[in-house]
């Protein structure tokens, strides 16, 4: 579904099909405060111990605040057998511009 490196504007994860995994590596204050729908959390920190509750065979699409923290977490997952990975380009804050209910912070 996705080459590798992508990155996704915010329209086009709003628009992604339920079968796509949505990875939320934010901390769990941000989370607390603003989430996307159908997101598992796992902050990046935590990631190491806890990525085999993610579906390797299923696409994922990562994001943290801004972007960067999400490309950290997908060059992790990268290293464990994950393809079918993007990143939501400007994290939840460019999402937040395209859904006003996502609160911004």
Do not use: K
Not at 16 to 35: G, K, Y
Not at 65 to 78: I, K
């Amino acid at each position: 579904m996705f080459e590798p490196g992508t990155q996704l504007s915010a329209e086009a994860y709003r628009n992604l099909p339920d079968t796509v995994q949505r990875l939320d590596v934010r901390e769990q204050w941000e989370f607390d405060l603003a989430h996307l729908p159908g997101a598992i959390h796992i902050p990046l920190g935590e990631l190491v111990d806890r990525w085999q509750e993610l579906d390797p065979e299923r696409p994922l699409v990562a994001y943290c605040h801004h972007g960067m923290r999400s490309l950290s977490g997908l060059r992790f997952l990268m290293g464990h057998g994950f393809t079918d990975l993007a990143n939501l380009r400007g994290g939840i804050e460019a999402y937040s511009h395209l859904d006003p209910s996502v609160p911004r912070y």
